[in-house]
């Protein structure tokens, strides 16, 4: 089959069998290797990528499903050489060990502040609460995302440039 | 690496077009919705459909609305968005409470309200919520639509009453003066049930008018515990009466051991939970919130 899915703000064609699931398209068929793949098993959440707008676990999507839909991964987080509030919380809390969970827990974050800009403890780690961390302890995943939050993560990236001048530390 | 045996696939633009494709695909062709049960099921081979029809481009089942006194769920709203709603929350705290455990945000985000029911997971949180709130089921199949008491939708583990070829179109509940609550015990965050239980009570004049019990993951024939809801109309809304429901409840279902634990911690935990899921439903009828 034949599928179009916008990746990060750009089309992608490519002809694919309909039980490709939607996680070995990004990462096989794209080349999009940030996105990462564990359990398989719909539990760990490292696969996690937007899908129209909100996290979903991509090993659990098919690639056919996304045909015509939007995809965000973790290569479009940044803003060109600059990084997203949040990934620059992980690098200032040491928000990631192995970093194998990271990329999962940076989309899930990105989308969290989208929605609260102050999201409490609580509520961070109810948005993670799908996403494992064999490293952390979630302590500093924690932290990292209420650095974002406090250091200008809740502006919405692209559409507000010139907001995003404040965030560079 | 876990893959789904090979299907054809195919996408539905409508109801009608979904039923034609179920149609002309067969008896080997599943809808898939969210896929958050039917994909895991495919990658062990639990599942091997010939065919799946993709119902997420059926913008008309993705609604909640309130029609003539009635709350009325599209099958393919998804968890996220029933936990969202306020109408929901306003009037049916059963299933917010229950939105609040199933699974995480991310498998939320995917896994769509008819897909829960039509699944019929004996874990489904849910199946027994909407049960215990005696919901009604729409469908529709080549012979067109029908109505079903949720009560009377499931055969068995992973049986409906559906045909080959029917749809869930939406479900319905009436909007009524009754508190709920739904209570449930997991070994992780995020997990499928131990044991869960679903209150909805009815009171008039310090008396139990209507109860329903929903039981979650327990054996409860039907998700129901119905000698508990008999047991308790009539009578006062107490810790002794709540008490007692929750022994015969305890009492009514069939769980089975398994690895989340064996038969008689958890008919406890039937038990208990009931208690606790009345108890919360009997706060919120009096204006506290549980
Ligand atoms: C990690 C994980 C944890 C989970 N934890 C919980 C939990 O704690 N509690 C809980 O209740 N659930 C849990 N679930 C299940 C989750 O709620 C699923 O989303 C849900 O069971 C199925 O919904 P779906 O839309 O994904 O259905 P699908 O997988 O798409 O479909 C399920 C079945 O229903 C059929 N179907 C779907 N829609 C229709 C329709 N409109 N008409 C007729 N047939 C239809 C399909 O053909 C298929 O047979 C969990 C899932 C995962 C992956
Ligand atoms: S690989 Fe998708 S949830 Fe683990
Ligand atoms: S940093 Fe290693 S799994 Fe999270």
Redesign the interface.
Same mark, same amino acid.
């Given at each position: $089959?034949q599928i179009t899915v916008t990746v990060n703000g750009e089309r992608y064609t490519r002809g694919v @069998?309909?039980?490709l %699931?939607l996680v070995h398209f990004l990462r096989d068929d794209l080349g999009l290797t940030g996105t990462h793949w564990g359990c &398989? #098993? +719909?539990n760990c *959440?490292v696969c996690?990528v937007w899908?129209d707008g909100?996290? !979903?676990?991509s090993c #659990? !999507? %098919?690639a !056919? $499903?996304a &045909?015509g839909h939007e995809v965000r991964t973790v290569e479009g987080l940044a803003h060109g050489a600059e990084l997203d509030p949040v990934q620059q919380g992980f690098v200032a809390c040491h928000g990631l060990q192995c970093g194998f969970c990271t990329p999962g827990m940076m989309m #899930?974050a990105r989308w969290l502040l989208d929605h609260d800009p102050d999201p409490s403890e609580e509520d961070i780690r @109810?948005?993670v +609460? *799908?996403?494992l961390c064999r490293c952390t302890g979630y302590e500093n995943i924690v932290r990292s995302i209420r650095w974002a939050a406090e250091h200008g993560g809740a502006a919405r990236p692209a559409e507000e440039d010139a907001g995003r001048e404040e965030v560079r530390t | 690496m876990q893959v789904p045996a090979t299907f054809q696939y195919a996408r539905a633009t409508g109801v009608e077009h979904a039923i034609e494709l179920l149609t002309r695909y067969g008896p080997e062709a599943r809808l898939v919705a969210g896929g958050h049960s039917l994909l895991p099921m495919m990658k062990l081979r639990l599942a091997q459909p010939e065919a799946l029809i993709d119902i997420n481009g059926l913008d008309e089942l993705t609604r909640i609305r309130v029609d003539g006194g009635e709350l009325a769920v599209g099958a393919m709203v998804r968890h996220a968005g029933l936990l969202a709603s306020a109408v929901v929350g306003e009037h049916f705290p059963v299933l917010r409470d229950a939105e609040r455990m199933i699974a995480d945000p991310l498998v939320r985000n995917r896994g769509t309200v008819g897909g829960s029911l039509c699944q019929a997971d004996p874990s489904e949180d849910l199946s027994a919520a909407f049960c215990a709130l005696r919901a009604t089921l729409v469908a529709q199949g080549p012979d067109g639509r029908r109505v079903v008491p949720v009560r009377e939708f499931f055969l068995g583990p992973y049986e409906t009453v559906l045909g080959e070829a029917e749809l869930l179109l939406e479900v319905r509940v009436p909007i009524r003066s009754h508190a709920s609550a739904y209570r449930k015990v997991e070994r992780r965050a995020g997990d499928w049930a131990v044991a869960a239980a679903a209150a909805v009570l009815e009171l008039s004049g310090g008396v139990v008018t209507e109860a329903g019990i929903g039981l979650t993951a327990v054996g409860a024939p039907r998700f129901v515990a119905e000698e508990a809801e008999r047991y308790l109309c009539g009578g006062p809304p107490d810790e002794e009466r709540f008490a007692e429901a929750g022994r015969v409840a305890g009492e009514e279902c069939r769980p089975s051991a398994d690895q989340r634990g064996p038969v008689d911690y958890k008919r406890h935990l039937a038990a208990e939970l009931t208690v606790r899921a009345l108890r919360a439903a009997a706060a919120r009828a009096q204006g506290q919130e549980a």
């Amino acid at each position: $089959m034949q599928i179009t899915v916008t990746v990060n703000g750009e089309r992608y064609t490519r002809g694919v @069998e309909p039980r490709l %699931l939607l996680v070995h398209f990004l990462r096989d068929d794209l080349g999009l290797t940030g996105t990462h793949w564990g359990c &398989d #098993t +719909s539990n760990c *959440g490292v696969c996690a990528v937007w899908l129209d707008g909100a996290p !979903v676990k991509s090993c #659990t !999507v %098919l690639a !056919v $499903m996304a &045909d015509g839909h939007e995809v965000r991964t973790v290569e479009g987080l940044a803003h060109g050489a600059e990084l997203d509030p949040v990934q620059q919380g992980f690098v200032a809390c040491h928000g990631l060990q192995c970093g194998f969970c990271t990329p999962g827990m940076m989309m #899930t974050a990105r989308w969290l502040l989208d929605h609260d800009p102050d999201p409490s403890e609580e509520d961070i780690r @109810e948005a993670v +609460s *799908g996403q494992l961390c064999r490293c952390t302890g979630y302590e500093n995943i924690v932290r990292s995302i209420r650095w974002a939050a406090e250091h200008g993560g809740a502006a919405r990236p692209a559409e507000e440039d010139a907001g995003r001048e404040e965030v560079r530390t | 690496m876990q893959v789904p045996a090979t299907f054809q696939y195919a996408r539905a633009t409508g109801v009608e077009h979904a039923i034609e494709l179920l149609t002309r695909y067969g008896p080997e062709a599943r809808l898939v919705a969210g896929g958050h049960s039917l994909l895991p099921m495919m990658k062990l081979r639990l599942a091997q459909p010939e065919a799946l029809i993709d119902i997420n481009g059926l913008d008309e089942l993705t609604r909640i609305r309130v029609d003539g006194g009635e709350l009325a769920v599209g099958a393919m709203v998804r968890h996220a968005g029933l936990l969202a709603s306020a109408v929901v929350g306003e009037h049916f705290p059963v299933l917010r409470d229950a939105e609040r455990m199933i699974a995480d945000p991310l498998v939320r985000n995917r896994g769509t309200v008819g897909g829960s029911l039509c699944q019929a997971d004996p874990s489904e949180d849910l199946s027994a919520a909407f049960c215990a709130l005696r919901a009604t089921l729409v469908a529709q199949g080549p012979d067109g639509r029908r109505v079903v008491p949720v009560r009377e939708f499931f055969l068995g583990p992973y049986e409906t009453v559906l045909g080959e070829a029917e749809l869930l179109l939406e479900v319905r509940v009436p909007i009524r003066s009754h508190a709920s609550a739904y209570r449930k015990v997991e070994r992780r965050a995020g997990d499928w049930a131990v044991a869960a239980a679903a209150a909805v009570l009815e009171l008039s004049g310090g008396v139990v008018t209507e109860a329903g019990i929903g039981l979650t993951a327990v054996g409860a024939p039907r998700f129901v515990a119905e000698e508990a809801e008999r047991y308790l109309c009539g009578g006062p809304p107490d810790e002794e009466r709540f008490a007692e429901a929750g022994r015969v409840a305890g009492e009514e279902c069939r769980p089975s051991a398994d690895q989340r634990g064996p038969v008689d911690y958890k008919r406890h935990l039937a038990a208990e939970l009931t208690v606790r899921a009345l108890r919360a439903a009997a706060a919120r009828a009096q204006g506290q919130e549980a």
